[in-house]
């Protein structure tokens, strides 16, 4: 039995100016998902997580979220050296995902305090919380932001390329983070392009290619895109 849509694009068209990268592209996400967004560089992965959380708007058609609302997003973008460079430390950094509950200026309770520490220790960060972010490694520094992510508790969850440059203990422990809010029936959409963590860990892949996309099983799909991604690759 397959899942109700928790996210349908219907005609979408996504880009930059005049330039579309996705052109009246039509599919239904189910809830539930663990899925994983494959395609050539500049295929439109990152552009369409944009277009999920309103940070860019469709050159037409349309993004249907069935009851999400935009607190029930949780966007995690392309890790950025700026991000490090803010005069917090890791555990200032942390609460920043309870900002939906307390607000900008609002006190954290006792119960929210703990909320933070479990998170720290969920990561294996406890002994790190006032090491000020510019001190992180990569690895450490994406251990932060799934923590933060922890504490947002939200449904629907968005990461783009969350593995880059990150050393195999760290991938596998914020793999098995993932595998756990997908057991808690959350959906995951996840840009990658490590094709074996695809094929090892996310049953279904969202293939963005020419323009297009296509939605399906990743045993199914996966032997086309890696063709695909060869012949793009060669020219």
């Known amino acids: 039995m397959v899942n109700p849509p928790v996210i349908s694009f219907c005609k979408l068209t996504l880009g930059y100016g005049k330039h579309a990268v996705l052109q009246q592209v039509n599919a239904q ?35 249907h979220l069935h009851y999400v609302k935009a607190r029930d997003l949780a966007y995690l973008p392309q890790r950025a050296a700026l991000e ?36 720290l220790n969920t990561v294996g960060l406890s002994a790190d919380q006032q090491t000020p972010l510019s001190r992180l490694s990569g690895g450490q520094m994406q251990r932060v932001l799934f923590a933060r992510l922890l504490l947002q508790n939200a449904s629907v969850l968005l990461l783009d390329e969350p593995f880059n440059a990150l050393d195999e203990k760290t991938i596998q422990d914020l793999m098995q983070l993932i595998r756990d809010w997908h057991q808690q029936g959350r959906t995951i959409l996840t840009v990658l392009h490590d094709w074996a963590l695809v094929r090892r860990y996310f049953p279904n892949t969202l293939w963005l290619t020419q323009g297009q996309m ?18 793009y690759n060669a020219v």
């Not at 994983?36 to 058609?61: C, F, H, M, Y």
């Open 84 to 119: 490090q460079q803010f005069p917090i430390n890791v555990r200032e950094c942390v609460a920043m995902g309870l900002w939906q509950q307390v607000g900008a200026f609002g006190a954290v309770s006792a119960m929210q305090e703990q909320q933070i520490a479990q998170a």
């Open 29 to 63: 996400i189910p809830r539930g998902a663990l899925l994983a967004i494959v395609g050539a560089n500049g295929s439109g992965k990152s552009t369409l997580l944009k277009a999920l959380v309103g940070e860019l708007r469709p050159l037409s058609g349309s993004i």
């Open 214 to 231: 296509r939605y399906g099983s990743t045993a199914e799909l996966l032997p086309s895109a890696l063709e695909r991604w060869a012949a």
